[in-house]
């Protein structure tokens, strides 16, 4: 057979999805793979309905459909508070990772340097595998995944064409201040990079923290690629719906890119979501108490339980410290892959290996997601409460 391309040889296999299928072997609780497990607004499946007999059933704009544009830039200047240009400034896309995709191929040369936080969402590997661009990790320090402003100044120094920042984060929870914001726009104007932000936990929020769009800071709208998408706002991560706004100068050429990757997001579900556009402050509200209440539940039954964690002030994961248990004799040498699979085999719960978004080498931590019902995050802390027991009968036997 004639050879593959080089690049697909440095894809790895996605550790989420493999623990997903182990979790799914095992009939475990699947808390690695992120999705919620419920649907989004009755409001909007009704308008799916509606739209099932009225269409739009054939492509939509390619770069997105004229009220679905429209919708999203009053919700844009709505929650953002700067003006955009519906005709220009969006291109409507196959969910955050084509937003992401898309944004690296418009602004990125094979070779060009990348700014990546790391722990980061590991599709950011993968985009820049497909653009040609070579990542430089800054460390986002736990427990407070602080980054050094120094360490972030050296690495643009080395010439680089665009700064990532998934804000909140994926996983780390952690949701950029203003000031962190201000001081990578500073850097990035000094250094003349672009700053592609990730910000489909935008409405994901735990008081006080509050979501600041990099993009409606002072003097940095025409370097800001905000991608993010409708995947978790509207709980419709299988819609597939997201989108880059930006200086019409760039997302001129980002739709290009767009149009030649997939020609266009699916016409009826922008037409039924432009329902979720509109919903008032009050159903973000809503959203954000849901999930503080997800956030807290799940929380206070690890403290119960004397599982170290994290406090994410955004997004909906959490990082469980499980260094304790590697410094067992019967762990020793274990990686966090190995402990989530055993985990997985013993108190039937999945969780992500936390290496696995680490560009440094940490092993010792794991993370949970919590955008699920309340029975099953019950559930998984029952099972979690058993592994004291399940631990000490392994030690016992080591
Ligand atoms: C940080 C981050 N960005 C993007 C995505 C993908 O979003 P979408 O479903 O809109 O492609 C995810 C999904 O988990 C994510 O966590």
Redesign the pocket.
């Known amino acids: 057979m004639p050879k593959l391309s080089d690049r697909v040889s440095t894809f790895t296999d996605s550790v989420i999805r493999r623990m997903t299928r182990i979790a799914n072997a095992h009939n475990a609780l699947n808390l690695s793979q ?2 919620p497990d419920f649907d989004p607004p009755a409001e909007i499946t009704a308008a799916l309905s509606r739209v099932a007999l009225t269409g739009p059933h054939q492509y939509a704009t390619t770069w997105g459909a004229d009220n679905f544009r429209r919708a999203l830039a009053a919700k844009q200047e709505r929650f953002a508070g700067y003006s955009v240009n519906p005709d220009t400034d969006i291109v409507v896309t ?7 995709m898309a944004a690296m191929l418009t602004v990125c040369n094979p070779g060009d340097r990348v700014i990546v936080f790391s722990p980061f ?1 590991e ?1 950011y590997g993968a985009d820049a595998i497909l653009s040609g661009a070579e990542p430089i990790f800054i460390p986002l320090t736990p427990p407070e995944y602080a980054f050094d402003p120094a360490a972030l100044e050296e690495a643009f120094k080395q010439g680089v064409k665009a700064i990532i920042v ?1 804000n909140p ?2 996983p780390c929870g952690k949701v950029f201040t203003s000031e962190e914001l201000a001081l990578i726009g500073r850097l990035a104007t000094k250094y003349d990079a672009f700053i592609i932000t ?1 910000e ?2 935008e409405h994901i929020l735990y008081a006080p923290h509050k979501h600041t769009y990099a993009a409606a800071l002072p003097g940095l709208r025409d370097r800001v690629l905000c ?6 706002t509207y709980s419709m ?1 299988g819609w ?3 989108y880059i706004i930006g200086p019409a100068e760039v997302i001129e050429y980002a739709r290009k890119v767009h149009d030649f990757l997939t020609v266009g997001a699916a016409a009826p579900l922008q037409e039924a979501a432009v329902t979720g556009l509109l919903l008032p402050k009050s159903y973000y509200e809503d959203l954000r108490e849901l999930y503080t209440r997800k956030r807290d539940y799940l929380i206070k039954g690890l403290d119960e339980i004397g599982l170290k964690h994290n406090t994410p002030q955004g ?1 909906y994961f959490v990082m469980v410290d499980i260094s304790d248990f590697l410094a067992l004799d019967c762990f020793r040498g274990w990686s966090d892959l190995r402990f989530c699979e055993w985990m997985i085999q013993t108190v039937g719960v999945a969780a992500v290996p936390g290496s696995s978004f680490f560009r440094e080498n940490v092993n010792h931590l794991i993370r949970f997601h919590f955008a699920r019902g309340e029975d099953t995050l019950k559930e998984a802390l029952t099972r979690l409460a058993r592994l004291e027991h399940e631990v000490a009968a392994r030690q016992k036997g080591a």
Do not use: I, Q
């Open positions: 992120g999705f196959c969910g955050g990772t084509e937003a992401m969402y599709n998934c984060s994926n990730d489909v936990y991608c993010s998408s409708l995947s978790k991560t597939r719906l997201g997004s």
